[in-house]
């Protein structure tokens, strides 16, 4: 069973950075295509970054300079660094994982529907 569990989350001033981390475990995470999603309240949820197996990254335009995703296939383990935070950002953030063969065959590598393995989330909070 795929587990996925987030920490890092926290309240920051605008312009601040956060470094959000997943753990993962029960399946070959290395064979894996994983991301970080969010959802604000009221809204529906989005895809902020994701990485395939072979480090190939993808992120939403919104966050696209400022946000890094990445991958360490020895630890079992996903990361968003966040700089130059914004209120905007406000969201809780989700990891998820997909077998990269489904991904490929999905139209968007940021939807949220490609993914099938979640974990339970960590708020990220940026004040103005």
Request: hydrophobic share 35%; glycine share 10%.
């Amino acid at each position: 069973q795929v587990q996925l569990v987030e920490s890092g989350g926290d309240s920051v001033m605008a312009g601040g950075s956060l470094r959000l981390s997943c753990a993962a475990s029960g399946y070959t995470y290395s064979t894996y295509c994983v991301g970080w999603f969010r959802q604000a309240p009221g809204k529906e949820r989005e895809g902020v970054a994701t990485i395939d197996s072979l480090g190939t990254t993808t992120y939403a335009d919104s966050v696209k300079g400022r946000f890094t995703i990445s991958r360490d296939n020895a630890k079992n383990s996903l990361f968003l660094q966040m700089n130059r935070l914004k209120p905007e950002d406000t969201a809780m953030y989700y990891c998820a994982a997909a077998f990269c063969a489904t991904v490929a065959q999905s139209n968007s590598l940021l939807s949220p529907s490609t993914y099938d393995n979640w974990g339970q989330g960590t708020q990220v909070t940026v004040s103005s």
